[in-house]
């Protein structure tokens, strides 16, 4: 099995910065992985992923040019989300997620799921 868990989140201003991790541990995988974030009463949206390599990212059209996805530097299966210009519209529990296949945009993409971190934007 395969345990995936954030780290991250809080509170910030509009037009602050935070920044999320995610490692995925246990199985030994070579894993895709991916954000989403899911705010009250929406459905889940899909925010960035990035393939096993680092060599394929995918952006949600309302966070490109302002999140950054990348895989972390001599550690397996970790990620971190930058987070710039944040915006209230931002505000939303953030998923993340892994998968031993091939990197996707789609929920179903992705076998495996942390519980979500919440971020919070004030005005």
């Known amino acids: 099995q395969v345990q995936v868990e954030e780290t991250g989140g809080g509170l910030v201003q509009a037009g602050g910065s935070l920044r999320l991790s995610c490692a995925a541990s246990?199985?030994?995988?070579?894993?895709?992985m991916g954000w989403f974030r899911q705010a009250p009463g929406k459905e889940r949206e899909f925010v960035a992923s990035?393939?096993?390599?680092?060599?394929?990212?995918?952006y949600g059209d309302s966070v490109k040019g302002r999140f950054t996805i990348t895989r972390r530097r001599g550690v397996q299966n970790t990620v971190d989300l930058q987070m710039n210009s944040l915006e209230p519209e931002d505000s939303a529990v953030y998923y993340c997620?892994?998968?031993?296949?091939?990197?996707?945009?789609?929920?179903?993409?992705?076998?495996?799921w942390g519980q979500g971190t919440q971020v919070t934007v004030s005005s």
């Open positions: 990035i393939s096993w390599s680092g060599g394929s990212i995918y």
């Open positions: 997620a892994a998968t031993a296949g091939g990197v996707g945009v789609k929920p179903y993409d992705f076998e495996y």
């Open positions: 246990g199985r030994a995988i070579s894993a895709a």
